[in-house]
Structure formats: C-alpha cells, structure tokens
C-alpha cells in the first residue's frame, strides 16, 4: 500500500522523501527542491511541435514532470535533458506574447 497514515491522521504517501539528521544545507536543499521545474515555454514548444505531428517533446515533458527530482541520463546528444531544460527560458520566449512573464 503506497499510503501510510500519520499520527495525526493525514493520508502521506509512504515513498515520501525523508531528510537524513546530519543532511548538509545543500542536501537538504536538493532534496527538498525539484530539479526540473515545468515552465510555459517549454510547453509552448512542444504543444507547436505536436501541432506539425512531431509529440516527442511532449512525452519528454511527461517523463520530466513524473520525477522531477530525478537524475536522468537522456542517452544521445538530442534527448539531454540537462542541457534541455535546466536552464532558464531562451530569449525568443522571454519576448514571445504569453511567455515572457511567466518563464
């Protein structure tokens, strides 16, 4: 069963990520912080991709936002997902209608 409940009766799932004692501030953070965060530019690529029939950044995206706190090693020079998207926006989004604010 992938939920537990607590002392104070709060449904928690049992995987939940726990802080070792002795964990240093950046562990903490890191662990405490998701790596990949989702932003409207990146959906604003793939949803236009999809449109010309091309969905794989769509399901990169999925895979992205199903464990954001993981470490992914995409294989090939194309499916780097460091390189991809962590990073801040590209400049064309930051001047693009609808994006440029909320990147």
């Known amino acids: 069963d992938p939920m537990s409940t607590s002392s ?6 049992s995987n939940w990520r726990t802080l070792p004692s002795n964990a240093t501030p950046y562990e903490r953070m890191k662990i405490s912080n998701p790596k990949y965060v989702l932003r409207e530019w990146m959906l604003v690529e793939a949803y236009g ?21 993981g470490e992914r090693d995409g294989g090939d020079d194309d499916d780097n997902y460091e390189e991809k998207y962590f990073k801040r926006a590209p400049d064309e989004a930051l001047t693009a209608g609808g994006t440029a604010f909320m990147s």
Do not use: I, W
């Not at 104070?8 to 799932?13: E, L």
């Open 49 to 69: 991709r999809a449109s010309k029939g091309d969905e794989n950044m769509v399901f990169e995206l999925l895979d992205l936002v199903s464990d954001p706190y």
């Open 8 to 13: 104070d009766d709060t449904t928690v799932p």
